[in-house]
């Protein structure tokens, strides 16, 4: 009986694009388990590296569900201000586990947070679960809650809904308040509300933890919808800033991708219908030499979302790539740089950091 162990014929595309310098050409053949229809509803969430994937599903002709467009009255413009349509609801950026299974919670009355706003210095309301969503904040906080009483009906709707949900994990730094433990997608004080370690500190979640989040997560919406499917992804999308104290940021993305990479593998070993899609190693994987991330070495570059997304239409769905309906723009090296550079911008809560500093 020959050994259990695959290794890559000699002739493979992957040793010969290697070799060629032709990292667009690395194309992984995998059986994943899944495969997506142009029938399934397919929602997305997760950190900012998931705005990519939701782009791309959108513009190639798949069923992608939104359930929070906006306002018909809107503007296309102005709900893209917004932040309509950014995700399959308008919950902003989901960094952490935690916060994933926080949103299911309150969404299905689960979770009544103490916090319910924070009051930004220019006189304004932020929500603290998704600070940055609604630009320019609230008015009022009756405004802001009715706006969040509408937001959360909308995510029912889409987790109640969903045939395959698919979910990019970011981050495992969090911070939370000390008295219920709810945590929150940026550190309070940043977008609003004021800053006491009396009231707030910083986590930073084990792999332990993460498993835990997600498998509660699984379990509650599986009560909600039996069938659905669930594809994790982690981000290629290093930290900008770390809350660890002792910590480089280099150490501390090392720490956070290894984490949520373990967690998510051991999440889809132990359960049904669970599966990991690859996009944080076709970014970061020594074949492509670094090319994939800009000249900040964090944001990543369109040629490295469009290998990412080729290799998932190839592999996770029922459709060759090359015969996608092609809505989503090509990064052109005759483009002006202000163009190219609102092609491949996704919006980032970690940036305020800098902001702020």
């Known amino acids: 009986m020959k050994h259990p162990y695959k290794s890559l014929p000699e002739k493979s595309f992957w040793r010969k694009s290697v070799a060629n310098k032709d990292v667009s050409a690395v194309e992984p053949v995998c059986d994943f388990g899944l495969t997506i229809t142009k029938d399934c509803k397919v929602a997305t969430a997760g950190s900012c590296f998931a ?4 782009r791309h599903m959108s513009n190639s002709g798949f069923n992608y569900l939104v359930s929070e467009p906006g306002n018909p009255l809107l503007s296309d413009t102005i709900r893209k201000e917004q932040n309509y349509g950014l995700f399959s609801a308008r919950y902003g950026n989901i960094y952490t586990a935690r916060q994933l299974l926080q949103l299911f919670r309150r969404a299905f009355g689960l979770l009544e947070p103490v916090e319910s706003y924070w009051e930004h210095e220019d006189g304004s309301f932020r929500d603290p679960f998704r600070p940055t969503t609604q630009v320019g904040g609230y008015p009022t906080v009756d405004e802001l809650l009715e706006d969040r009483k509408l937001h959360l009906s909308k995510v029912r709707e889409m987790f109640s809904e969903v045939d ?58 599986r009560l909600k919808n039996p069938s659905v499917k669930v594809l994790f992804t982690v981000s290629p999308v290093p930290l900008m800033a ?13 720490y956070s991708k290894s984490v949520l990479r373990v967690a998510a593998d051991e999440v889809v070993r132990q359960s049904n219908d669970v599966f990991y899609f690859p996009s944080y190693e076709i970014i970061t994987g020594n074949f492509n030499r670094g090319s994939y991330y800009g000249d900040d070495l964090r944001s990543v570059v369109e040629d490295g979302v469009n290998h990412v997304m080729r290799v998932f239409f190839n592999n996770v769905t029922d459709r060759d790539s090359t015969k996608l309906a092609k809505k989503t723009p090509t990064v052109s090296k005759e483009l002006p740089e202000q163009t190219t550079k609102s092609i491949i911008d996704v919006e980032c809560d970690e940036e305020l950091l800098d902001r702020h500093n």
């Open 242 to 254: 770390t809350a660890e104290q002792g910590q480089h940021v280099l150490t501390a993305t090392t």
């Open 51 to 54: 705005q990519h994937i939701a």
């Open 164 to 221: 395959v949900f698919v979910f990019t994990l970011g981050l495992t730094e969090c911070w939370r308040r000390k008295d219920d433990g709810v945590v929150f997608p940026i550190c309070p004080g940043v977008e609003g509300g004021t800053f006491g370690p009396e009231v707030y500190e910083f986590y930073n979640q084990s792999v332990f933890d993460i498993i835990s989040d997600l498998k509660e997560f699984i379990g509650l919406l």
